[in-house]
């Protein structure tokens, strides 16, 4: 293909140092026994074969960030005051956002990463609301894509629509070959990112050595499961406190989980002031902690830990889908079961839940071609919105 | 529903829906020891001029340096000096506020959520069941509706507290009593001196007014427990539920369907509610 590059694994850090002039350049690096994404630093080196421990959402979504500031012309609420003032004398207060966010690249981003953007795009570009601060980021990042050469025991992106060597949101597909990289651009955007000096055009043998890559991680995933109808069969768990708690009794509420999934996407927003100025700062959190739905009165929604998996399974395998055309709001990057403390597998919650759903609720008989009139009425519904008793607001 | 697309989508600046208006306080208003009221008034005069609302939409209110926290707005639309929300203290942003005095500046996003089908309720005679601070909400739609009265049946107002101490917006009970073809019951939860309207508990006191459900819409909003009573109670007299409405509440923190907390099942209270048929509420999770 025109525009495919080849870059020398002896020139892979030269190349970010040189992006690292005018952008921002997430790589993946080792901190510890983790792999993380951080900012390119060539004396910290790149970690480009052990999978990533994080995913790079921070990139777009930065686990804290400034959405506004503000500084009040008299003492804060609460501040310290100088003589002749009082506290309660805020009658002035300017407000500032934040500044525009650096052109980005992310290097070295998984298959599963960037397929988890396309969960992230209808909420944070709603067709009511757009959020501004993901928004400039989104049109400000390109995505390199690492393909996967090998994958994990806990990789399941196929069960979900992925894909090892994915392409979707990806600028660029980067697959390692014997001696360098296949750098092949995805978009108009990844083909002006390969402009570098250090960048050779490609051997005409490279895209399909890197076929054959692909082709041999995809063989290694194994078969997926058949989804379908997983929306439909927690709704009807939803009522099944049983199964639920089995579920999650080894759950320790870390929110581990929730941090290093690519798709969750949840946030809290908290105001921090010293004196007269201070910041209204988004960050991510975490439904796995009974804090996220307490409410000031004291009523908590979702005060035991079942509910709360039950919320975190449902969001990503049916509430998600109800809203978005069923998307699965998962990209099965196996993160959460890599990294869970106690072991808690987001895949056997899947399959069981199918499971358990087809025993309580057997499909209704196939329908006989003849008029509607002449049909049987079906078996008692599946209770497809989880309702089993009737109960108002309390 | 009133078009959908006619709904004011919040805006103060399109490119950003977290950026609250600065509005200042006018009118600070003491209802009861834990709930007081306060009138705002954007301070970008076009901003105010342009401010449209429908009854039973949220907004966020913000003090700087302490946070944001949802309430309705519960001045009527009809009514456009000033965006009134009543506040019962009970966390952290709700304390600050009630330390804040006429003068001092707020930020305010609004309006947020979806609001109350008053044009399908046309014709109809309407019964709101209010409990404690869920009086709020019903205000709105309540004032809405004598504002535009004959558009309307017979309206009775149920409103119940703890105590006559605890009774909000006191003031203008009266006055709500004095519009045509109109029914108040006030109710306290236990005898008090010099007290001469009701006492009892709001769902038997319903119960007691034995309300027609015919050509009747019922709204109801209140503590949890309160709500899930009046609804047995409404239940009991016979109303179904495409004919009952309630307005939820959800620990919130962006009130624009992105943070992701106030879910109940697929269903966002900032963005799909607050307001919500007995009919959908049943056709939802039960996660309440």
């Known amino acids: ?394 | 529903m009133a078009d959908i697309a006619k709904i004011p989508v919040y805006s103060p600046d399109m490119a950003n829906p977290y950026m609250p208006y600065v509005a200042t306080l006018k009118e600070v208003i003491r209802e009861t020891h834990n709930i007081m009221t306060f009138r705002v008034v954007l301070d970008d005069a076009e901003a105010m001029k342009n401010f449209r609302h429908e009854p039973g939409q949220v907004g966020q209110l913000s003090v700087y340096g302490v946070g944001e926290a949802t309430f309705v707005i519960n001045s009527p639309p009809t009514r456009r000096e000033f965006i009134q929300f009543s506040v019962m203290r009970a966390g952290e942003v709700t304390s600050a506020l009630h330390k804040l005095k006429v003068g001092d500046k707020v930020g305010v996003r609004a309006p947020l959520g979806n609001h109350f089908d008053y044009n399908a309720m046309k014709g109809k005679n309407i019964l709101f069941v209010g409990g404690g601070i869920g009086m709020a909400p019903l205000r709105t739609l309540l004032l809405y509706m004598f504002d535009n009265r004959d558009d309307y049946g017979k309206i009775s107002l149920l409103y119940g507290a703890r105590s006559p101490e605890d009774m909000a917006f006191s003031y203008e009970i009266e006055e709500w009593r004095k519009t045509k073809n109109t029914d108040v019951v006030l109710t306290i939860d236990r005898e008090a001196e010099g007290w001469k309207e009701r006492v009892g508990l709001i769902p038997n006191v319903l119960l007691e007014m034995n309300p027609s459900p015919k050509d009747t819409v019922a709204i109801t909003c209140g503590p949890p427990i309160m709500i899930k009573f009046t609804l047995q109670a409404l239940d009991k007299l016979k109303f179904q539920p495409e004919q009952i409405f309630t307005t939820l509440e959800r620990r919130m923190k962006c009130g624009i369907g992105i943070c992701g907390r106030c879910n109940i099942g697929d269903k966002y209270v900032c963005v799909d509610g607050p307001v919500f048929s007995y009919a959908e509420l049943r056709g939802m999770v039960d996660e309440l």
């Open chain 1, 1 to 394: 293909m025109p525009g495919n590059k080849f870059l020398a694994t002896a020139d892979v850090a030269a190349w970010l140092g040189e992006l690292s002039k005018t952008m921002r350049v997430f790589a993946p690096r080792n901190e510890g026994q983790a792999v993380v994404y951080r900012e390119f630093d060539a004396a910290k080196g790149l970690e480009l074969r052990r999978k990533p421990t994080e995913s790079a959402k921070h990139a777009l979504f930065p686990r804290s960030e400034e959405l506004l500031s503000f500084s009040y012309l008299r003492p804060a609420f609460g501040a310290p005051e100088k003589e002749g003032e009082t506290p309660s004398d805020v009658s002035q207060v300017q407000v500032k956002m934040p500044v525009e966010p650096m052109p980005t690249v992310v290097f070295g981003m998984l298959g599963c990463d960037a397929g988890s953007v396309t969960t992230f795009d209808p909420i944070y570009d709603g067709s009511k609301f757009k959020d501004v601060y993901y928004l400039k980021k989104r049109q400000a990042t390109v995505f390199i894509v690492r393909a996967c050469a090998e994958v994990l025991s806990t990789c399941f992106c196929n069960w979900v629509g992925g894909d090892p060597a994915n392409t979707k949101n990806a600028d660029v597909l980067a697959t390692e070959l014997s001696d360098g990289w296949l750098l092949q651009p995805v978009t108009e955007r990844g083909e002006k990112a390969l402009t570098s000096p250090l960048l050779k055009d490609a051997p005409a043998a490279s895209e399909g050595q890197a076929t054959a890559i692909h082709d041999n991680a995809r063989k290694s995933l194994g078969d997926a499961p058949n989804l379908e109808g997983i929306d439909a069969a927690l709704f009807s768990l939803f009522a099944d406190n049983d199964f639920w708690q089995r579920q999650s009794a080894g759950c320790l509420a870390c929110g581990t989980c929730t941090y290093l999934c690519p798709t969750c996407h949840c946030f809290s927003i908290t105001d921090e002031t010293s004196a007269r100025n201070g910041v209204r700062l988004r960050s991510w959190d975490t439904c796995m902690a009974s804090l996220y739905t307490l409410e000031a009165s004291g009523h908590n929604p979702r005060s035991l830990k079942a509910a709360r998996l039950r919320n975190r399974v449902g969001h990503k395998f049916a509430y998600f889908l109800r809203n978005n055309d069923g998307q699965i709001s998962c990209c099965g990057c196996g993160r959460c079961i890599k990294s869970c403390p106690s072991s808690v597998d987001i895949r056997q919650i899947v399959k069981d839940a199918l499971v358990q759903a087809a025993s309580i609720a057997p499909p209704p008989p196939p329908q006989p071609v003849a008029p509607a009139a002449a049909s049987p009425k079906p078996a008692a519904p599946v209770k497809g919105k989880g309702r089993t008793k009737e109960k108002a607001n309390g």
